[in-house]
């Protein structure tokens, strides 16, 4: 019983396989080969994903998922803290071995000193993306 059904395939197989050289190629496999195979990450992004391929292709962050740019913490180069309002919390990490963080409020405006070790913050303000 099961060769019988193996035969019968195999025979249905290769009688497609004689029609598919003579006439036209089948459509399925047609239409994957015409579109120019594997579409890349590019044509394929969609909603978020493609909003933020775009940003990056021209250069933005507008999600701040990049590392942040280095500052010297200094008052003509103060670190920069995007914030959507006028006031933002930070926290500051004085010494790199330090266990303990100090919590301070930055405002809007000049650049303000961390009480404990004298790094310059200063609050920039963000637009959301959406």
């Known amino acids: ?14 009688t497609t396989c004689r029609a598919a050289r ?3 190629p089948v459509p399925a496999l047609a239409r994957g080969m015409a579109a120019g195979g594997i579409p ?12 933020i391929m775009k940003a990056t292709k021209e250069g933005t962050d507008p999600y701040s998922m990049m590392k942040p740019k280095q500052y010297t ?5 103060p670190h920069l803290v995007p914030s959507i309002t006028n006031k933002r919390i ?3 990490v004085c010494e790199e071995d330090n266990t303990a963080v100090v919590w ?3 405002h809007e405006g000049e650049a303000q ?3 404990s070790c004298g790094s ?3 609050l920039v303000h963000h637009e959301l993306p959406h």
């Open 1 to 14: 019983m099961a060769a019988r059904l193996l035969l019968r395939s195999a025979s249905r197989a290769a």
């Open 22 to 24: 003579v006439s036209a």
């Open 40 to 51: 890349t990450d590019e044509e394929q992004a969609t909603g978020l994903e493609k909003i």
């Open 73 to 77: 913490g200094s008052k003509a180069d």
């Open 90 to 92: 930070v926290g500051c």
């Open 104 to 106: 301070f409020w930055l």
């Open 113 to 115: 000193r961390c009480p």
């Open 120 to 122: 310059h913050y200063k």
